[in-house]
């Protein structure tokens, strides 16, 4: 038989086609009058599995998180015509006490420290010895933060942004494009580009969220000798154990966000979760 001939064989009425090279038959024909049969029903997922409260997004399976950042956004950028590409990052976001602060790094291409990673993966010497270098060798660096007061007067996602800008706006080389980790500065007539978990993908923004670390981290040590008894050293501020236990028995300091939560309940902590609901429940 030549290659490609059909061939037909008849099994209970209906026929069956195969081609020599090795095609699938086909599934027989339906008798006239016969229901198509029913379709399998198909799994049906919630969106809602694709999204984790860190706000970072699941690792499929079989793959493996990126940890260490690379160039390929700046080389986009570069190749575009965008010659000096900035990396803009914040700290302190979602603390309970202290600024938000925000870095931004211009850096030489192709060149980025050793062991460059997201702050938050790094420990405090490496970090600060990454700073230091960063410090040193990027065309452009710059940071700036956003206090507790003006958190609490409007908000933090403004205070943030506002950081932010003033970071760029600090840089001594003024940049043709942004990248930004889940940011975007509409007051900015720039060309930025905004990525999710950026510090994981871009040596610059990864630079950025160093410098801030390690300055918002010595800002808070700082601050621990002027407000003692709440841990500011070792916990930066943040929400732990420790904090919570400082903030319960010595009550909110000058320094706290009056504005997060439970701080701006008028109840205060110990009573946050018995306070009246409807007025008439009151006394």
């Known amino acids: 038989m030549r290659n490609g001939a059909r061939r037909q064989s008849r099994t209970n009425g209906a026929v069956l086609k195969s081609r020599s090279h090795g095609a699938r038959p ?16 198909r799994k049906i997922e919630s969106y809602a599995t694709y999204f984790v409260a860190s706000g970072r997004l699941p690792v499929p399976p079989g793959m493996e998180l990126q940890l260490d950042p690379g160039w390929t956004e700046e080389r986009a950028l570069w190749e575009r015509g965008y010659r000096f590409v900035a990396g803009i990052d914040e700290v302190g976001r979602g603390c309970l006490a202290g600024p938000v602060v925000a870095g931004a790094v211009i850096l030489p291409p192709g060149w980025a420290p050793q062991g460059l990673r997201d702050s ?59 990248i930004l980790d889940s940011l975007w500065l509409p007051a900015f007539a720039i060309h930025q580009r905004t990525l999710v978990d950026a510090d994981r993908l871009s040596v610059s923004v990864a630079a950025a ?61 110990a009573e946050t979760d018995s306070m009246p609901i409807w007025p008439e429940e009151d006394g």
């Open 120 to 178: 938050k993966l790094l420990d405090p010497p490496v970090r600060e010895e990454l700073a230091a270098q960063i410090r040193a060798r990027a065309i452009a660096w710059a940071v700036a933060g956003v206090d507790h007061t003006l958190i609490d007067r409007i908000n933090i996602l403004q205070a943030t942004l506002l950081a932010a800008m003033r970071a760029a706006a600090r840089l001594t080389v003024r940049p043709d494009a942004l």
């Open 26 to 41: 086909q599934p027989p024909n339906r008798r006239a009058g016969q229901a198509a049969p029913e379709a399998l029903p």
């Open 209 to 269: 969220s160093v410098v801030a670390k390690v300055y918002r981290d010595a800002l808070m040590t700082e601050e621990d000798r002027r407000f003692p008894g709440y841990g500011f050293a070792s916990h930066k501020g943040y929400s732990c154990p420790e904090h919570w236990a400082a903030i319960s028995s010595l009550g909110a300091s000058p320094l706290h966000r009056l504005s997060f939560a439970p701080f701006s309940h008028p109840a205060g902590i």
